[in-house]
C-alpha cells in the first residue's frame, strides 16, 4: 500500500512538461481516472457484496433480481455467527477461538526458531550458505496437498492427528522459512559493526545480539510476525485434512462446511466470512510498509 | 557507542585475550545453536515426511488397507507420466496457470501504471486495490461461488438486467474453468499491481526529466525507460504467481471441486482425489514427488532472476 506515498517520490514519476499538459493532458488525465475508478469498483464490488449480504435478511439475499440498494438491515447473521441455536456458543465461535490459538502458537513458535536463524545466516560465513537459503526457501513453496499426504501418515502413527498441536508444528515449519528469509532483510540492514563495537567492549556475541542488535531489530520481527499470523490465520489444506472434530478445527475449514448441506445460508457465510478476514485486514494496514517484502517472502524489498 | 571505538586499545586491554583466541569456536557453536532449531523443525515437518513420501512411492501402499507396502519400483511413475488422465490434469493446470497470470500480470500492471499516474490519492487507491489478495482463498471461493450461482447470483442479475440470459457459470464444462480463472485474476492482480508500483516508483525521475527535455513520445518513454527498469521485478512477481497458481488447491476445491466432470480438475486437485478419496497412497506420492520436482525447478530458476536483479 504505502511503498509509494510515504518513502518515495511525493510527485508522479511522469513530470508533464507544462505545455505538454496544457493540450492534450486534461483529457487524457479524464480517461485515466474514469478508467481507474472503473477498475476499483470492478476489484471491490465482491468485497462490498459480501458486507452487504451479512446485514441483509435471507428474503433480499435471495432477491431475483438481486437487491443493491433498500433491503432491511439486520444483524441476526452475525448473531448467528457466534450464538448457537439453542443459546450458548456456536461451533464458528469455537473454531474461530482455535484459529487465534493455532495462528498464535505457530506464530510465536515460527519467530522464536526464525529470528536467530536469520541473525546467524545474515551475520556469519557458513558452508554452503546459499545452498541452504534455497533449500529453507524450497520448502516454503512445497504443494500443501502433496506435504499432506505423508504428514498425515506421519500424524497418525504420532497421534497428533486432529490435534491442536500437530496444526502448531506444520505451520510453524511453513512459518520459519518465511521468517528466516524475511529477517535476514532486517538483520542485513542493521550493520555488524554495532556487534563489533560491543564485542571490543568485552561483551560476548550472543550478549552482543540480545543487547544491541534484537531491540533494533523490534520493528522487523512485529512485521514478520503479522505475516507469519496471516498465514497461519487463512490456512486451509492442512487444516481440512488433518483435524476433523468441532472442538479443534480452525475456522476456514468451519467456514467452508457452512455449505456442505442441501441449502446454504448465505447470509450466514457472508457474516463469518466478515468477522474472519476483518483481522487479517486490520493486520495487513498495519504492516502496510512490508508488504512488499512479506508477499514475496521478503526476497524483493525497496 | 562511538565512545568505545575511541579507545579500542584500552578496551582491548582491559579485557584479556581470551576471547580473541575462543571467537571462532564460539562464533561457529552460536551459529549452529541458532539455525539447528530452525532447521530441525524444517527436517522433521517438512524433509522427513517428503523422504517418507519418497519411500512409498516406490510401492503399492494404501494408508486404508493394513497390508505391508510392497516393492514396485518405478511402476507408480511410469503409470502417472503415461497416464491419460494425467495429460488432461497437466493440460487444465497449464491453461489454468497460463490464462490467471497473464490476466493478473497485464491488469496488475495496467493498474499500477495508472495509480503512478496519479499526484494525489494514491496511498488510499493503492490500499483499497490490495483488499481482495489479503482475504483466504476460503472466503474468496465461496462467495464468488455465491456471486455466481445460476439462480440468484448477483453476477447472473447484472447480466440479466443487460438484457443477456443467464449463465451457468460453475456448472458448465467451458465456463467453469474460465471462471476459476477469473476469480484467482480477481484476488491476484493486487499482487502484481503491488510488486509493478514498486518498481514503477523506484525509476529515476531524472530519465523522464531527459526524455522530456528531447521530446520523447509518451510511448517512447514507456518503450524505453519504464518497462526495461520494471520488468526484472514484474518478471519475479509473474514466476512467483506462477509457482502458486501451479500448486493452488483451496480455490478449486470450495469453487468448483474439480466439477463439471473433470474440467477444473488440476494436478493438485487430482493429487488429493487419489491420495484421500482413492487411497492410493503410494500413486499419490509418486504424482506428489513429480510435482515437488516441478516446484523445486520454478523455485531455482526464481531464485536465479532474484539473485541476477540483486546484482545488477
Known amino acids: 500500500m504505502a511503498i509509494s506515498i510515504q518513502e518515495a517520490v511525493p510527485t508522479g514519476p511522469v513530470p508533464d512538461d507544462p505545455p505538454r499538459s496544457r493540450r492534450g493532458g486534461r483529457g487524457r488525465a479524464v480517461v485515466e481516472v474514469v478508467l481507474l475508478a472503473a477498475l476499483a469498483i470492478a476489484m471491490l464490488f465482491p468485497v462490498l457484496w459480501i458486507l452487504e449480504t451479512s446485514i441483509k435478511e435471507n428474503r433480499d439475499v435471495y432477491a431475483v433480481p438481486a437487491k443493491f440498494f433498500g433491503f432491511r438491515v439486520t444483524l441476526d447473521h452475525f448473531k448467528d455467527a457466534f450464538v448457537a441455536a439453542g443459546g450458548g456458543r456456536s461451533d464458528l465461535s469455537v473454531a474461530f477461538l482455535n484459529s487465534v490459538i493455532v495462528a498464535g502458537g505457530s506464530t510465536a513458535l515460527a519467530t522464536l526458531f526464525g529470528v536467530p536463524a536469520a541473525w546467524a545466516y545474515s551475520r556469519f560465513d557458513l558452508r554452503a550458505k546459499k545452498d541452504q537459503l534455497f533449500f529453507i526457501l524450497s520448502t516454503r513453496f512445497m504443494p500443501p496437498v502433496v506435504v499432506v499426504i505423508p504428514v498425515f501418515l506421519m500424524y497418525r502413527q504420532l497421534g497428533l492427528i486432529n490435534t491442536k498441536l500437530g496444526l502448531v508444528l506444520i505451520y510453524a515449519a511453513f512459518n520459519v522459512s518465511f521468517t528466516i528469509w524475511m529477517m535476514k532483510g532486517f538483520v542485513d540492514e542493521v550493520p555488524s559493526e554495532y556487534e563489533d563495537a560491543a564485542m571490543l567492549d568485552g561483551y560476548t556475541r550472543f550478549q552482543a545480539f540480545r543487547r544491541f542488535t534484537l531491540p533494533l531489530l523490534v520493528p522487523g520481527i512485529a512485521a514478520t510476525a503479522v505475516f507469519a499470523l496471516i498465514f497461519s490465520w487463512n490456512e486451509f489444506v492442512f487444516a481440512i485434512f488433518l483435524t476433523s472434530s468441532q472442538d479443534v478445527r480452525t475456522a476456514p475449514p468451519a467456514i467452508a462446511g457452512l455449505i456442505g448441506g442441501t441449502t446454504v445460508d448465505w447470509g450466514l457465510v457472508a457474516a463469518s466470512a466478515t468477522v474472519f478476514a476483518i483481522p487479517v485486514l486490520v493486520f495487513a494496514f498495519l504492516v502496510r510498509k512490508h508488504l512488499v517484502a512479506g508477499v514475496t517472502l521478503g526476497a524483493v524489498r525497496r | ?312
Open chain 2, 1 to 312: 557507542m562511538s565512545t568505545t571505538t575511541d579507545h579500542p586499545v584500552q578496551e582491548a586491554s582491559s579485557t584479556p585475550p581470551a576471547p580473541g583466541r575462543s571467537r571462532p569456536l564460539s562464533d561457529r557453536g552460536l551459529a549452529v545453536a541458532f539455525i539447528s532449531p530452525a532447521m530441525l523443525l524444517l527436517l522433521a515437518m517438512s524433509v522427513f515426511p517428503l523422504l517418507w513420501a519418497l519411500y512409498l512411492s516406490f510401492t503399492d501402499y494404501s494408508a486404508t488397507r493394513d497390508v505391508p507396502a510392497n516393492f514396485v519400483g518405478l511402476q507408480n511413475y511410469i503409470d502417472i507420466l503415461t497416464s491419460a488422465q494425467v495429460h488432461q490434469r497437466a493440460l487444465t493446470t497449464l491453461i489454468y496457470v497460463i490464462g490467471a497470470v497473464t490476466l493478473q500480470t497485464v491488469l496488475g500492471f495496467a493498474i499500477a501504471y495508472l495509480i503512478s499516474r496519479r499526484t494525489h490519492g494514491r496511498g488510499v487507491l493503492t490500499t483499497l486495490f490490495l483488499v481482495p489478495m489479503m482475504l483466504s482463498p476460503v472466503v474468496v471461493g465461496l462467495f464468488w461461488r455465491f456471486m455466481l450461482d445460476a439462480q440468484f447470483g448477483v453476477i447472473n442479475s447484472m447480466l440479466g438486467s443487460l438484457g443477456f440470459g443467464q449463465v451457468e457459470w460453475l456448472t458448465r464444462q467451458r465456463t467453469a474453468l474460465l471462471s476459476l480463472i477469473v476469480v484467482d485474476t480477481w484476488q491476484w492482480t493486487p499482487f502484481i499491481m503491488l510488486i509493478a508500483l514498486a518498481g514503477l516508483t523506484a525509476v529515476p525521475k531524472y530519465l523522464y526529466e531527459a526524455a522530456s527535455i528531447d521530446r520523447a513520445s509518451e510511448w517512447f518513454r514507456f518503450r524505453n525507460i519504464t518497462l526495461p527498469l520494471v520488468w526484472p521485478l514484474l518478471l519475479i512477481a509473474v514466476m512467483f504467481r506462477a509457482i502458486e497458481a501451479f500448486r493452488l488447491f483451496d480455490l478449486v476445491y470450495i469453487l468448483t471441486s474439480g466439477g463439471p466432470g473433470v474440467s477444473t480438475e488440476t494436478l493438485s486437485f487430482h493429487v488429493y482425489k487419489v491420495a484421500f478419496l482413492g487411497f492410493n497412497t503410494g500413486v499419490a506420492s509418486a504424482y506428489g514427488i513429480l510435482m515437488v520436482l516441478v516446484v523445486i525447478v520454478l523455485a531455482q530458476l526464481y531464485l536465479r532472476y532474484l539473485n541476477k536483479l540483486k546484482e545488477g
